[in-house]
């Protein structure tokens, strides 16, 4: 019988830029999406703001980051950064 492969769950990964790191641990980190609409097909840019878990202070203001998304860290809290591109 073949045992199933075990590998660590996929979660949700977005890259951003650190534009604020004012608080101890936590990032604010934007993320801009390219979308296109639906009837005139322009392309427009949607940018979003995440708080994001930083327990080991590695970012700084203007970094390029991966960040991914985890269990409730705080009330705003729900993503981590995986490293800096």
């Known amino acids: 019988m073949i045992q199933p492969v075990k590998t660590e769950p ?17 990032r ?3 993320v801009e999406i390219v979308k296109i609409h639906p009837k005139y ?9 995440f708080a994001v878990d930083d327990a080991k202070n590695i970012s700084k203001l203007g970094d390029k ?4 998304a985890c269990a409730p ?9 995986l ?3």
């Open 10 to 26: 996929q979660y949700r990964r977005l890259t951003g830029v650190v534009v604020s790191d004012k608080m101890p641990q936590t």
């Open 65 to 68: 980051v991966v960040i991914e």
């Open 83 to 85: 490293n800096k591109v």
């Open 41 to 49: 097909k322009k392309r427009f840019v949607v940018s979003k703001r």
């Open 28 to 30: 604010v980190v934007r």
């Open 73 to 81: 860290r705080s009330r705003t809290k729900r993503f981590r950064i």
